[in-house]
């Protein structure tokens, strides 16, 4: 697509067009850039200026078994479900793409609905289902249930990469007498890669920054970082709280990054 | 008898003219099949790499929602600990109690039941119905345990009403003949905001409960002024994207998208941080002297709308952008060549065209909205709670999943009545682009 410029719009529209596009993006991410930088305040307060800053919240944070407890279980949750979410997601992504597919709308529909029914529901339908299996207040259940949840995020993903996969490619490789799975392991998954990666850096974010299924499926043992912070921001906000959400968007935008020039390459 | 096809041939090369008879329709339905078998291979083939998820969504998606459903129809305790009694009282007219030998079978089921260890589901089951209705069965069961004259169903009566008065009243023996059955309406009609409590004498009880109607309303009413507002702030937004080019689209983008990639968690967090009444805009609002003491700001209806419009609004915006970077910029050219002012070119033009985006992404903020829990639970008070928080309450805390389950059934079929367009819209727009 080429340039577009505004021929529509004289200045006199222009100016407060731009004005207002600028000041609600500004406001909406106003709070994010106030709040995260008070984890540096040396007080327990939540008000500028500082008297002094200090490292003191992240001290606490990586300090307290309460909280490392919590960062360990979140990255070994999230680590299974990326694992298991990406594996499952990448090769529903391949039948997806396939014409022959039957009733492929329909399943993609079943693929991508849990991004659209209520959490609290899927949440509840665990439990439910989870109660006479044993499942729940365990490792497993939470991480099937954060799969559930991340697992669209792969679909997506892959799917897109997929469309702009040349499948003569698999059929080349079958004609030089690669099995399915060779041709996929070595022709297949390499160019698709990126996409892959992709899917699975926003599997692990949502399952990192996942705190409704925990609510309902974990027990004390599988505490994670966003259910101590959750516990905390309605009992008692507390400064580290703050320094534990920066850990966790610095650690999301690296992973997040990381996934952007991968694919940007291609 | 010539046979085309050579491999069919093995099947009626027996010399038997009954199995012939037979074998000729299967004949021409083995070489059908074979072809329609080919094609079934290949969808299969086809389908193979997708069978773990799908039956990984089967296990885990499909199922438990089902039993959300199944869980918010069953009602089977009162018949499960009372099945003797629930038939004795159907010959029960209703007026006023029943037979006398109706109490001994019950006292005795009671007895039972409070061996078996179903006592307290029975008396919770019928606390939700009956006003004390807890106290009602457990206080029985334990009088039973005194000393009494057993063989004489006078005595079981007695104790009973000695127990309790409300059984010498027609309340709690009218709910124990209606659940016979192990299903029943009753959560579904609790769920819709039907007055489901009585009191022991029968009559509707006018004790405080859940207003679910009001919490539906309120669920829809918050969640379409959402939808409003992203679309009035977004339309705008998504306009100067989708019309600018390289570098400032790609920054405007990155702040659209921005949200989407920061936890929601510490979004949220970071209105309470904001908003709250030793927060940052309070604190600066005090120190310039504008408000003389902090404002109630967080824990609001607006805080909640606030932060799921900064949510939502990615949401709403991406749709609108790939809508209006379709739609042809020389038509509006056209228009304003032919005399129309700017504003009227775009409202008659461009405005119409987007559309389908604009109703894309509000409909998909719309039906996000409907199940917001974490937000409206972290920035809102008491009264602007959703369905959702009701459902995780009822859940986690109270412990009644058949009402937590009925609230979901209506929350996923609202919701599923939304989604239904979005869905086909969806299903349209990705079939071009698979």
Same mark, same amino acid.
């Given at each position: 697509?080429?340039?577009?410029?505004?021929?529509?719009?004289?200045?006199?529209?222009? +100016?407060?067009?731009?004005?207002?596009?600028?000041?609600?993006?500004?406001?909406?991410?106003? !709070?994010?850039?106030?709040?995260?930088?008070?984890?540096?305040?040396?007080?327990?307060?939540?008000?500028?200026?500082?008297?002094?800053?200090?490292?003191?919240?992240?001290?606490?944070?990586?300090?307290?078994?309460?909280?490392?407890?919590?960062?360990?279980?979140?990255?070994?949750?999230?680590?299974?479900?990326?694992?298991?979410?990406?594996?499952?997601?990448?090769?529903?992504?391949?039948?997806?793409?396939?014409?022959?597919?039957?009733?492929?709308?329909?399943?993609?529909?079943?693929?991508?609905?849990?991004?659209?029914? !209520?959490?609290?529901?899927?949440?509840?339908?665990?439990?439910?289902? @989870?109660?006479?299996?044993?499942?729940?207040?365990?490792?497993?259940?939470?991480?099937?249930?954060?799969?559930?949840?991340?697992?669209?995020?792969?679909?997506?993903?892959?799917?897109?990469?997929?469309?702009?996969?040349?499948?003569?490619?698999?059929?080349?490789?079958?004609?030089?007498?690669?099995?399915?799975?060779?041709?996929?392991?070595?022709?297949?998954?390499?160019?698709?890669?990126?996409?892959?990666?992709?899917?699975?850096?926003?599997?692990?974010?949502?399952?990192?920054?996942?705190?409704?299924?925990?609510?309902?499926?974990?027990?004390?043992?599988?505490?994670? =970082?966003?259910?101590?912070?959750?516990?905390?921001? &309605?009992?008692?906000?507390?400064?580290?709280?703050?320094?534990?959400?920066?850990?966790?968007?610095?650690?999301?935008?690296?992973?997040?990054?990381?996934?952007?020039?991968?694919?940007?390459?291609? | 008898?010539?046979?085309?096809?050579?491999?069919?041939?093995?099947?009626?090369?027996?010399?038997?003219?009954?199995?012939?008879?037979?074998?000729?329709?299967?004949?021409?339905?083995?070489?059908?099949?074979?072809?329609?078998?080919?094609?079934?291979?290949?969808?299969?083939?086809?389908?193979?790499?997708?069978? $773990?998820? =799908?039956?990984?969504?089967?296990?885990?998606?499909?199922?438990?929602?089902?039993?959300?459903?199944?869980?918010?129809?069953?009602?089977?305790?009162?018949?499960?600990?009372? !099945?003797?009694?629930?038939?004795?009282?159907?010959?029960?007219?209703?007026?006023?109690? $029943?037979?006398?030998?109706?109490?001994?079978?019950?006292?005795?089921? =009671?007895?039972?039941?409070?061996?078996?260890?179903?006592?307290?589901?029975?008396?919770?089951?019928?606390?939700?119905?009956?006003?004390?209705?807890? *106290?009602?069965?457990?206080? %029985?069961?334990?009088?039973?345990?005194?000393?009494?004259?057993?063989?004489?169903?006078?005595?079981?009566?007695?104790?009973?009403?000695?127990?309790?008065?409300?059984?010498?009243?027609?309340?709690?023996?009218? +709910?124990?003949?209606?659940? *016979?059955?192990?299903?029943?309406?009753?959560?579904?009609?609790?769920?819709?905001?039907?007055?489901?409590?009585?009191?022991?004498?029968?009559?509707?009880?006018?004790?405080?409960?859940?207003? @679910?109607?009001?919490?539906?309303? &309120?669920?829809?009413?918050?969640?379409?002024?959402?939808?409003?507002?992203?679309?009035?702030?977004?339309?705008?937004?998504?306009?100067?994207?989708?019309?600018?080019?390289?570098?400032?689209?790609?920054?405007?983008?990155? @702040?659209?998208?921005?949200?989407?990639?920061?936890?929601?968690?510490? #979004?949220?967090?970071?209105?309470?941080?904001?908003?709250?009444?030793?927060?940052?805009?309070?604190?600066?609002?005090?120190?310039?002297?504008?408000?003389?003491?902090?404002?109630?700001?967080?824990?609001?209806?607006?805080?909640?709308?606030?932060?799921?419009?900064?949510?939502?609004?990615?949401?709403?915006?991406?749709?609108?952008?790939? /809508?209006? #970077?379709?739609?042809?910029?020389?038509?509006?050219?056209?228009?304003?060549?032919?005399?129309?002012? !700017?504003?009227?070119?775009? %409202?008659?033009? @461009?405005?119409?065209?987007?559309?389908?985006?604009?109703?894309?992404?509000?409909?998909?903020?719309?039906?996000?909205?409907?199940?917001?829990?974490?937000?409206?639970?972290?920035?809102?008070?008491?009264?602007?709670?959703?369905?959702?928080?009701?459902?995780?309450?009822?859940?986690?805390?109270?412990?009644?999943?058949?009402?937590?389950?009925?609230?979901? /059934? +209506?929350?996923?079929?609202?919701?599923?009545?939304?989604?239904? $367009?979005?869905? #086909?819209?969806?299903?349209?727009?990705?079939?071009?682009?698979?």
């Amino acid at each position: 697509m080429g340039r577009r410029v505004y021929t529509e719009f004289p200045t006199y529209i222009r +100016i407060p067009l731009y004005g207002f596009v600028g000041i609600a993006l500004l406001l909406l991410m106003l !709070p994010l850039a106030v709040a995260l930088p008070i984890s540096l305040n040396a007080d327990p307060w939540f008000t500028y200026p500082f008297r002094a800053s200090s490292l003191r919240w992240f001290t606490e944070l990586f300090s307290s078994p309460l909280w490392t407890g919590a960062m360990v279980n979140s990255l070994v949750i999230a680590s299974s479900t990326t694992v298991v979410a990406t594996t499952l997601g990448t090769l529903a992504a391949i039948g997806l793409v396939n014409p022959r597919f039957p009733f492929r709308t329909a399943v993609m529909a079943l693929a991508i609905s849990p991004m659209i029914v !209520p959490v609290v529901v899927l949440g509840l339908g665990l439990f439910i289902f @989870f109660s006479p299996l044993g499942l729940n207040y365990s490792y497993a259940g939470v991480v099937i249930a954060h799969t559930i949840l991340a697992s669209p995020f792969v679909v997506i993903t892959v799917t897109a990469t997929l469309t702009r996969f040349d499948f003569n490619l698999m059929r080349a490789a079958a004609g030089l007498g690669a099995g399915r799975v060779t041709a996929f392991r070595t022709v297949m998954l390499p160019i698709i890669a990126p996409g892959v990666a992709a899917g699975a850096v926003f599997a692990f974010a949502s399952s990192f920054d996942e705190v409704v299924m925990v609510l309902f499926i974990a027990g004390p043992q599988q505490r994670t =970082l966003p259910k101590q912070m959750f516990t905390g921001l &309605r009992e008692q906000l507390d400064p580290t709280i703050l320094a534990a959400a920066t850990v966790m968007i610095i650690l999301t935008s690296c992973l997040m990054a990381v996934a952007y020039n991968a694919n940007k390459k291609r | 008898m010539t046979l085309p096809y050579g491999d069919v041939g093995l099947v009626m090369t027996q010399n038997d003219a009954h199995g012939a008879k037979a074998a000729a329709p299967t004949a021409r339905v083995v070489v059908r099949s074979s072809i329609r078998s080919d094609s079934h291979r290949r969808a299969v083939r086809a389908a193979l790499p997708a069978a $773990p998820l =799908l039956i990984f969504l089967l296990l885990f998606l499909v199922i438990p929602i089902g039993s959300i459903v199944h869980t918010a129809v069953s009602d089977g305790e009162i018949a499960r600990a009372l !099945p003797l009694t629930t038939q004795a009282l159907q010959a029960w007219d209703g007026d006023d109690v $029943p037979v006398t030998a109706v109490y001994m079978t019950l006292g005795q089921e =009671l007895e039972a039941a409070g061996h078996a260890g179903s006592i307290r589901p029975l008396g919770r089951r019928v606390g939700y119905e009956l006003s004390r209705g807890a *106290n009602v069965i457990l206080g %029985a069961q334990r009088t039973l345990s005194k000393d009494f004259d057993r063989a004489d169903p006078q005595a079981w009566k007695a104790q009973l009403i000695k127990a309790d008065p409300a059984w010498g009243q027609s309340g709690v023996w009218s +709910i124990i003949r209606h659940y *016979n059955g192990r299903y029943s309406a009753f959560y579904l009609r609790w769920a819709t905001g039907f007055p489901v409590k009585i009191e022991a004498d029968g009559r509707l009880s006018q004790e405080a409960s859940y207003d @679910f109607r009001s919490i539906y309303l &309120r669920t829809i009413l918050i969640s379409l002024v959402v939808t409003g507002l992203t679309i009035l702030i977004g339309y705008p937004v998504a306009y100067v994207i989708a019309n600018s080019s390289g570098r400032t689209a790609a920054v405007l983008l990155f @702040f659209i998208l921005l949200p989407f990639w920061t936890s929601l968690l510490v #979004r949220t967090m970071s209105w309470i941080v904001f908003l709250q009444t030793n927060g940052v805009l309070n604190n600066t609002l005090a120190r310039t002297g504008l408000i003389p003491e902090p404002l109630p700001l967080l824990y609001t209806r607006m805080a909640t709308i606030i932060a799921m419009i900064q949510i939502q609004l990615p949401f709403t915006v991406l749709p609108m952008i790939s /809508v209006m #970077r379709a739609i042809p910029t020389n038509q509006v050219k056209a228009a304003r060549s032919l005399g129309a002012g !700017p504003l009227r070119a775009h %409202a008659t033009i @461009f405005l119409p065209q987007s559309i389908p985006g604009i109703a894309a992404g509000g409909l998909l903020t719309f039906v996000l909205c409907l199940g917001f829990y974490l937000t409206p639970a972290l920035v809102g008070g008491p009264s602007d709670q959703m369905v959702s928080f009701f459902i995780a309450r009822f859940t986690n805390e109270d412990l009644n999943w058949g009402l937590a389950s009925a609230l979901s /059934v +209506i929350l996923i079929f609202g919701a599923g009545l939304v989604a239904l $367009p979005l869905a #086909r819209h969806v299903a349209r727009h990705s079939s071009d682009r698979i």
